[in-house]
């Protein structure tokens, strides 16, 4: 090769280094444009990080800063290690990466359908319809404290300004990827019920979901059935709006930490992995019980949960033998963030006969559930921190 030769080859490459340099610093500036201010590290690391298509659960690992990420990572330590970056930096440094013809052009469509941000040359201003939330929610703290003395109910009202009639949020400055259903089975625990709604508002706030919480109380006195109220609230949820999960959520249990993300699993995911009344660690493999999360095909495909098991005990495990007969699994995030403290409260009566319908809860996978469900609705309304169902249950026939 003559030395001419190899000046012009030298040079196209140079040329395709800055290009490739261009594209990298344009998308850290969307990512600041869409999160409303100072990119900080963790925000540059997330940008490298995470696989932005969709979340997996069996592909999950911890970052050192505490960081739930998802996919191949590859990070860029130039950037991430430099700590904060203002708006005027990101600007200069892409400004003076773009050639001269291209500074007062657009950058447009770089970030998903029917979203559109402008980087004008002269001033910062900003032209775009709302943007869709990004899939690491960006003002997460990780581990939170667990307040189970709540002020009261007048005084919460009040202060969760951004919750709307019936326990319904949703993020103020992006659309949400997700509209999820919180369902709670509740009787005579009104205290758990209010601190529950304390601790959990914010986090879901914060998780930037379109959300609303639903309490469904059994009437009357006789054995309680969780795994019936459940049901009831899958159905009545959905005659408010087309959810696209719902999170079944025991009364007792008090989220620790804002990255067990209420979203919308790809596999029924096991929410409450790690309680502290069993020391942080998962009972058994098959564990489904306390906090869970499934999608409304899953939810459907497996019929909901079993109307049988009056009296506490045996409706999780079935729920996990319809997950596995079914083809599906149980996800779960790791015990270090999907950690939860338990109220202590006074223990239902068990089901005498839990076992006996789970050795022959198979035959009734297809009849017994949504498919034969029955209740009458006593009374509905919609305080400010959650939408209340009274219900009447009957018992199901004999198949």
Request: hydrophobic content about 40%; overall charge positive; proline content about 6%.
């Amino acid at each position: 090769m003559t030395v001419a030769a190899a000046a012009v080859a030298l040079w196209h490459r140079a040329h395709l280094y800055k290009a490739l340099a261009c594209i990298v610093l344009a998308l850290i500036a969307v990512q600041y444009l869409l999160s409303g201010g100072v990119l900080d590290r963790r925000s540059i690391e997330t940008i490298f990080t995470i696989n932005a298509t969709r979340y997996a659960d069996r592909s999950y690992r911890t970052h050192p800063r505490g960081l739930i990420i998802y996919g191949p990572a590859t990070i860029i330590p130039s950037l991430a290690a430099s700590g904060n970056v203002s708006s005027t930096t990101i600007l200069s440094i892409l400004a003076k990466g773009l050639s001269n013809s291209s500074r007062s052009e657009s950058i447009k469509n770089l970030v998903g359908s029917g979203t559109t941000r402008e980087f004008p040359a002269t001033n910062a201003t900003i032209n775009a319809t709302i943007p869709r939330c990004p899939l690491i929610p960006p003002n997460l703290v990780g581990p939170v404290v667990v307040t189970k003395s709540p002020p009261s109910l007048s005084e919460m009202e009040k202060s969760f300004v951004e919750v709307k009639a019936g326990g319904r949020g949703r993020p103020a400055d992006c659309v949400a990827r997700y509209r999820v259903a919180i369902i709670i089975p509740f009787r005579d625990r009104p205290q758990h019920l209010q601190t529950l709604l304390y601790n959990l508002h914010p986090i879901l706030l914060r998780q930037q979901i379109a959300y609303q919480i639903f309490v469904i109380e059994q009437e009357g006195t006789g054995a309680f059935n969780r795994a019936m109220l459940m049901n009831v609230g899958y159905v009545e949820a959905l005659k408010e709006s087309t959810f696209d999960c719902f999170i079944f959520h025991d009364v007792d249990l008090l989220p620790e930490d804002d990255r067990n993300l209420y979203t919308c699993p790809e596999q029924p995911r096991h929410m409450s992995v790690a309680v502290d009344k069993f020391k942080y660690r998962l009972p058994y493999a098959d564990l489904f019980g306390g906090v869970s999360a499934m999608s409304r095909e899953h939810f459907q495909l497996v019929n909901g949960f079993s109307n049988v098991f009056w009296g506490w005990g045996g409706e999780d495990d079935d729920m996990a033998n319809r997950i596995k007969a079914h083809g599906l699994h149980i996800s779960r995030y790791p015990a270090n963030v999907a950690r939860y403290k338990m109220l202590t409260h006074k223990k239902e009566k068990a089901n005498p006969k839990r076992y006996e319908f789970l050795k022959t809860g198979k035959k009734r996978f297809s009849t017994d559930g949504l498919a034969n469900l029955q209740y009458e609705l006593s009374d509905k309304r919609k305080p400010k921190l959650y939408t209340w169902l009274l219900v009447r249950l009957t018992p199901p026939q004999p198949s």
